[in-house]
């Protein structure tokens, strides 16, 4: 018997299927050896030497894996094949005696037959490079966490923390809401202009681009009287007719960031739910008469490098299925960000037999729709590009120039298979471009009408979970790995909350940043997070020793500690606001507290009354249970999500996730909630939304 140990039980099946009886396949569930988590185990005076220990609950799976090796006629280690699979190998040979510098270590992009096959052929040492890497990092993060965790504490309020990377992404958030507050709007003015060729009845429509040889928009209403009167009576005449042809080029096939965006943008899925669906789809999911199959290669890369089989895969299946025309002469080829680890290939399909369809009806509806963006993306990251016809026209009336745009879709190329657009527009002053009249120049054009738009300068728009993701990337903060991770730790914090789709930093996410922005801006920003990822993957390229690393931040580091221990003032505690409220208990006055959760009422008699009571200021989001007609009020979960709950319970038992307007569906008669700006219908499988 030869022994196999992979990370996750879940693709235990799978393995084991293409392995056959020869082998045993067991699962470490994960990390089995780390810091402990009571107490700093990194020893700052000699050499940064860490101290693992066997994690608590994983003593009994180190002894089942021991007692199977001794059996076995040798074992392989088979964690996964980024630095933090190969620190767990490197924990587990610890654990098992095994020398790492014999050939015990065996890597997969894919859990497929023939790559799994392929791995066995070709052991290798575990690489101590990328295990020092993964340690310097743990260590920075134990660091960093472990020391300034407790300041937070002492000079802000008890149980909070702070990270080498989930401050800085906090920071980015508050940093984008300080531009939002801050920014003052200023007016200015659309004038559309609706056309039409004579003796025809098709509108177009133009916008105004230059009055009197200027090209600034229009800023206030006297100036859009201006314009009009100018146009009274005017005569609209083509000025001029461009035709141009554009080519628009495949996209890349996903990384972890952009698949975790389009899955945002297209699907409406959280990172939460695309991080389940795409471990389900790399790991494999239960297919009638085969058993667990895995569907996608290695889901954690910022590579979009494609192996040579993969792309003539794909090049076969777009002969086939759509022709030659849609095949370019070569393969597309896609670079690869300057910052990017490149050690993986890109997300895609295994096998390009197994279709979306093919798994509709036996994988759950993330899982299917997650799987058909992912083929569909890597199908088209080899087809042609999409071919247009462009128009434009300059139409001259008195002073005024007004511009035409069309577009039109000669040949679909990768559009055939996928549709590389967001849900959102970057310009809301983009006139949607369309098909044109045949304009001829010199040719007088009848007016429709004259469309005045005030409009109003928007701020930045807030981080939703995608773009906060790709500012990471973009940014060098993080890794693919620590994407999703982080981005759910600063809303556990209570550090961020949503507004719907949309993330804001509580008050307490703000008190944070601005101590650390503060005290500890030399290292908690953007600039030296990601200097810190280069100096980490020096070591995992054997340029410089982990240790080096480690003590080049200590030094700097314990001098920001010191200071900001002895300079930086202690939050006193905040007193209680007594209130006219009166406690129905004993009698006494209703006093607001904070707790973990956010304000609440307590009892002035506190600690003889422990009364506790809801509490609502002006900023509360009011509701109405559409069972009962109360109000429904906004709680928060031991988790610290919010809910709203009808005032009516325990008669009443409704609560939503969402808030509820009190209004039923008219198509499915499910409880209406607000969404953002928008109430539309809560139950997933009605797409109503309310006019």
Known sequence: MKLVVIESPGKRETLQKYLGKDYLVMSSKGHVRDLPSKSFAVDLNHNFEPKYEIMPDKKAIIEDIRAKAKKAEFVLLATDPDREGEAIAWHIAYCLGIDPHTKCRIVFNEISKSAVEKALLNPREIDLNLVDAQQARRILDRIMGYKLSPILCKKIQPKLSAGRVQSVCLRLVVDREKEVEEFVPKEYWNLICELKKQNQSQIFKTSLTEYKGKKEKLASKEEVDEVLNNLSNATYKVESVKKTKTKSKAPAPFTTSTMQ???????????????????????????????KVAFITYIRTDS????????????????????????????????????????????RPISLQRTPDSIKNVAPSDVYRLYKLIYERFVACQMSEALYDNVTANIFANDCVFKAVG??????????????????????????????PKLEEGETLDLNKLVPEQKFTKPPSRYTEATLVKAMEEKGIGRPSTYAPTVTIIASRQYTTKDGKYIIPTEIGKSVTGFLEKYFNKMINVKFTAYMETKLDEVAENKCAWQTVIENFWKSFKELLDNANFNAYVSPKKEPIKTDIICDKCGSPMVIREGKFGKFLGCSNYPTCKNVMHYEDENTPKGICPECGKEVVQRKSKKGKIYYACTGYPDCKFMSWDLPTGEKCPECNSPLVKKGQKVVCSSKSCKYVKP
């Not at 899955?263 to 409406?268: F, P, R, Y």
């Not at 076969?316 to 990017?340: C, D, F, M, T, W």
Request: aromatic share 6%.
């Open 261 to 291: 965006q389009e899955a945002l943008n297209k699907l409406n899925m959280t990172l939460k739910r695309t991080t389940s669906a795409a471990q389900q789809l790399y790991e494999g999911i239960d297919v009638p008469n085969e058993g």
């Open 304 to 347: 979009v490098r494609i192996s040579e089989d993969a792309v003539k895969m794909a090049r076969e299946h777009i002969k086939n299925v759509y022709g030659e025309k849609y095949l370019p002469s070569k393969p597309n080829v896609y670079a690869v960000k300057a910052n990017a680890q490149d050690a993986h290939e890109a997300i």
């Open 407 to 436: 577009k039109t879709l000669d040949f679909a190329g990768y559009t055939a298979v996928y549709k590389n657009e967001s849900k959102e527009k970057d310009n809301q002053d983009e006139i949607e471009e369309g098909k044109l």
